[in-house]
T-cell receptor, first 112, second 112 residues
């Protein structure tokens, strides 16, 4: 079974402060992990994926297989980063294809 | 722009009524999904379809049925709605790298 855990429902930081959104996973195979973001009044969209090892909007996330974690980080929070963030894991479906399992989400609030 | 469109965006209904939520896409993707979002529970997969002839149950399919009328259309039905099906429902599509889903704007369903 695959599982994604986001322990914080709400994370409040001040503008300019570092941000770390926690994500831990459970999966027996080789995981593919993602962060999705949902800004106010916008649809859910892909933010970044671990396999591309990229920085998007200043956010990075490193897969730590030893700790089974994929925390999302940004050194200096901006007001426009306020949103709901979902960690997701892609695992194999019976019959082929992949299933995306989402965590429960963390609401990030950046205060001035 | 290629898009994923859900109708209706909001619906209030009564217990026992039959409800259909529709999803259409112009992205040309073969894979379509229905997710349900509940506060504190994240997104959970209801049904998914990899092509017109392929429909599969997700983790919470009880009480729901789907129809894939064409590559571009994937409908979710609640045969006899109950209050605990009150939620925000998302349709999504994918075609390509695992884990990259394109979401609709969501359909908010309230069952009284």
């Amino acid at each position: 079974a695959q599982r994604v855990t986001q322990p914080e429902k709400l994370l409040s930081v001040f503008k300019g402060a570092p941000v770390e959104l926690k994500c831990n996973y459970s999966y027996s195979g080789s995981p593919e992990l993602f962060w999705y973001v949902q800004y106010s009044r916008q649809r859910l969209q892909l933010l970044l994926r671990h396999i591309s090892r990229e920085s998007i909007k200043g956010f990075t996330a490193d897969l730590n297989k030893g700790e089974t974690s994929f925390h999302l980080k940004k050194p200096f929070a901006q007001e426009e980063d306020s949103a709901m963030y979902y960690c997701a894991l892609s695992g194999r479906l019976t019959g082929g294809g992949n299933k995306l399992t989402f965590g429960t989400g963390t609401q990030l609030k950046v205060e001035l | 722009d290629a898009d994923v469109t859900q109708t209706p965006r909001n619906r209030i209904t009564k217990t026992g009524k039959r409800i259909m939520l529709e999803c259409s896409q112009t992205k040309g993707h073969d894979r379509m999904y229905w997710y349900r979002q509940d506060p504190g529970l994240g997104l959970r997969l209801i049904y998914y379809s990899f092509d017109v002839k392929d429909i599969n149950k997700g983790e919470i399919s009880d009480g729901y049925s789907v129809s894939r009328q064409a590559q571009a259309k994937f409908s979710l039905s609640l045969e006899s709605a109950i209050p605990n099906q009150t939620a925000l429902y998302f349709c999504a599509t994918s075609d390509g790298p695992p884990g990259e889903l394109f979401f609709g704007e969501g359909s908010r369903l309230t069952v009284l």
